[in-house]
């Protein structure tokens, strides 16, 4: 058992408004002052608020990036689940301070989150560790208004609110939960997003991407050796736990089912403090970790038997600093929490069966093999006595009997027993002679050479020492109008006015305006992303400029790697003749000439090269594809905007005649009318959108089947039909991540 206290680091968010006259970091790189001046209320009045705090941590991350807080905070953690060891690294902060951003990432590939580096990590390890045998399960949970919902389940399914429950052994675990088997890392990764595209999502004035629930991703993880047959097994649990921001009404303005929404995330959070205190209080002996679902389903990572690491993300201008002190208290409490983590092992009965049996009978080889050594050859071990060992060692018991023999010389345990079987049938004789009156007599004519009563003598209980086994072995139709200012779209709908009547069967206006021709759909998309959506375009770009740079990367190194590999191959053939012409001229083939000794240098420094140039390509083929899905991604949100953009400036719908991302040419084929939310309540309903590569490159389909798995996975959890699911967020529409 490991007894360890709760790590926390401290990560500030990065901005431009860093409030430096109240905020002052150390220069350890652990902790942070604060000053916050006393505000003056009235002459005569007596304020006394406090207004220094001086706060330490085990690590304080200023502007870090993605990469150095995951090598601070998880890393070590996701080491220790190989050990056996549960581990957690939970995420905690105000609205808007970084949270998901740390554990699931942004739009950059250098911007990844924490969960799918150490899903990185994981398999990278398991590749390492070929003399033991891993099986992989992924989960996804998330707690919305004191609801668990799995986020992996059959879409089909109707939603179920989960329950936890605790085991024999006192571990929580959740009923019913989906476990999807990841024997590989793209099918990990395939199982995230697909449940990250399920979470419930909404905006405020603090953040336009607030997540709603408190989630958590589990990794599975079981390993048991390839080359010990010992029965152990070691099953460890790696969690990610993403809370949902703690928020004030006063300054995200939320209300209605945003409000509601805010009002489960703050009272499930003031009783994960509860319970936190209770735990860092010595004497507490209750510890109310059943007063919600996120306390109860957190039992192991909070004082259980589990490795754990908060996150502590504040967000550092000057109108934050009372949640920024908030979130800095909360974090040294979590540092006087203390955890019991112990390696979890079971042992299969039947295997160690197998392992005693086997080492039974190398003990037996051992003692034959002494036995040998010293003139013993004759003694052996689980076996029968023989019958002519049974008559002489009958006949030394009854030497010692009669006083002829002073001791009898044990041997072997078997000896043992067969003298005891032979003092029994002595006893049992001669007590059956003294009750016919014949006194004390001698084994009688029943008795067999052996000493025993009959044949049922010879039945008697195992003499050996036991018996050895055998071994076994988006865009559709035409384009929509242009971004006008709030004059010109007056004057549009105003000239459309006297064109539309409309009739007493027409259902509404917006039916009317459909009929109404509205300027080029085109140039209107043009407008759009030069305007609103500039800042998604611009992403675009971006991203378009670092998948082209990836994809020469990736061409370059395999165009080395093809030279490399001819290169190779011509000098074994160079090295075979040469070994052919020595065989020819009777040349012994352990002495190199200096031709041949040259060639197999070249040889060995030109392997050396292709698996450096080989795992360059594989690094550049993960930055290609994982650049390719952020372009893919980019461009669905811009449309997504486009939609939005377009249907709340002229009450219609876009659902035809959607430009395509590229530009001038349209894409796709015509949009189904259907509804905009499943039939689940919520989730809108998912169209497939084509995904345009930006240039033909036939060079992508270079044979390389992990990578092509690892990102095939993505693309297949981003465009799955089934893949949208959850409950409308704010304005009876639901948002995404």
């Not at 926390?8 to 968010?13: D, H, I, K, Y």
């Not at 990065?14 to 002052?24: E, G, K, Q, R, Y």
């Not at 939609?643 to 015509?670: F, K, L």
């Amino acid at each position: 058992m490991v007894r360890s206290a709760v790590r926390v680091v401290l990560r500030t968010r990065p901005t431009d408004n860093f409030a430096s006259d109240c905020i002052n970091l150390l220069d350890d790189g652990r902790g942070l002052t604060i000053h916050l001046p006393r505000k003056k209320k009235r002459d005569n009045y007596v304020n006394n608020q406090q207004e220094d705090w001086a706060f330490n941590f085990d690590s304080l991350l200023h502007n870090a990036t993605q990469e150095m807080v995951y090598t601070s905070a998880a890393q070590s953690i996701v080491r220790s689940v190989f050990e056996g060891y549960n581990g957690t690294v939970m995420a905690y902060g105000q609205t808007g301070a970084g949270k998901t951003f740390t554990m699931t990432g942004g739009e950059d590939f250098r911007q990844r989150g924490l969960i799918p580096r150490a899903i990185a990590d994981v398999f990278a390890t398991i590749s390492n560790k070929p003399e033991q045998s891993f099986e992989v399960r992924v989960s996804y949970v998330e707690i919305y208004n004191e609801h668990l919902y799995d986020l992996l389940a059959d879409p089909d399914a109707p939603l179920v609110d989960l329950s936890i429950q605790e085991d024999s052994k006192g571990s929580i675990f959740v009923r019913g939960l989906t476990l999807k088997p990841a024997p590989q890392e793209p099918d990990a990764l395939s199982h995230f997003f697909e449940g990250n595209a399920n979470r419930v999502i909404a905006d405020h004035k603090l953040n336009t991407n607030s997540t709603r629930s408190h989630c958590i991703w589990t990794v599975h993880l079981s390993s048991k050796s390839r080359v010990e047959s010992d029965g152990h097994t070691t099953h460890s649990k790696l969690h990610f736990v993403d809370l949902a921001g703690s928020e004030r009404i006063s300054k995200t303005g939320s209300d209605g089912k945003i409000l509601k929404e805010a009002m489960y995330i703050n009272k499930s959070l003031t009783f994960l403090e509860q319970v936190v205190i209770a735990l860092s209080t010595a004497g507490r002996e209750h510890v109310p970790y059943r007063q919600t679902k996120l306390t109860n389903i957190l039992k192991d990572a909070i004082g259980g038997n589990c490795k754990t690491t908060m996150i502590a993300n504040i967000w550092t201008e000057e109108v934050h600093v009372d949640e920024t002190i908030s979130t800095l208290k909360f974090a040294q409490r979590m540092m006087r929490v203390h955890n019991d983590a112990t390696v979890n092992l079971s042992i299969d009965p039947e295997a160690q069966v197998r392992r005693m049996a086997r080492e039974i009978a190398e003990l037996k080889s051992e003692l034959q093999m002494q036995n040998q050594l010293h003139g013993k050859s004759h003694i052996t071990y689980g076996e029968d006595l023989t019958d002519d060992e049974r008559f002489q060692l009958q006949k030394e018991v009854r030497d010692y009997i009669d006083g002829l023999t002073p001791e009898i010389e044990v041997k072997t345990i078997r000896q043992v027993k067969g003298m005891f079987k032979i003092f029994k049938n002595f006893v049992q004789n001669s007590e059956a002679e003294a009750r016919r009156g014949g006194g004390t007599a001698p084994p009688t004519a029943n008795t067999d050479k052996g000493g025993n009563k009959g044949a049922a003598g010879a039945k008697g209980a195992d003499d050996g020492v036991g018996d050895v086994e055998g071994d076994g072995g988006f865009g559709v139709g035409t384009a929509i109008p242009a971004k006008m200012d709030k004059a010109a779209k007056a004057e549009v709908r105003k000239s459309a006015e006297p064109a539309t009547t409309l009739s007493p069967q027409s259902s509404s206006p917006t039916d009317t305006i459909m009929h109404t021709e509205l300027p080029d759909r085109n140039q209107s998309y043009e407008d759009f992303k030069n305007n609103d959506g500039a800042q998604l375009a611009s992403q675009l770009r971006s991203n378009q400029a670092q998948l082209r740079e990836k994809k020469k990367q990736f061409r370059d190194a395999g165009s080395q790697l093809n030279d490399y590999k001819m290169k190779i191959d011509e000098l074994r053939v160079a090295v075979e003749n040469k070994r052919r012409e020595h065989d020819q001229i009777g040349v012994d083939d352990e002495v190199l000439d200096e031709e041949e000794y040259k060639l197999l240098q070249s040889l060995k420094e030109n392997k050396q090269a292709y698996k450096a140039t080989y795992e360059r390509m594989q690094a550049a083929k993960s930055a290609k594809d994982y650049c390719s899905r952020l372009v893919d991604q980019t461009r669905n949100k811009l449309m997504t905007e486009f939609d939005s953009w377009y249907e709340s400036t002229y009450g219609v719908a876009a659902t035809s005649g959607m430009p395509s991302i590229g530009g001038g040419s349209t894409v796709g084929q015509h949009m189904s009318g259907t509804s905009k939310f499943n039939k689940r309540g919520g989730g809108p309903a998912a169209a497939a959108r084509p995904i345009e590569d930006d240039e033909n490159d036939p060079g992508l389909e270079l044979d390389d089947p992990e990578q092509t798995a690892y990102y095939a996975a993505k693309r297949a959890a981003q465009l799955s039909k089934n893949a949208y699911r959850g409950r409308p967020s704010e304005k009876g529409r639901g948002r995404w991540l």
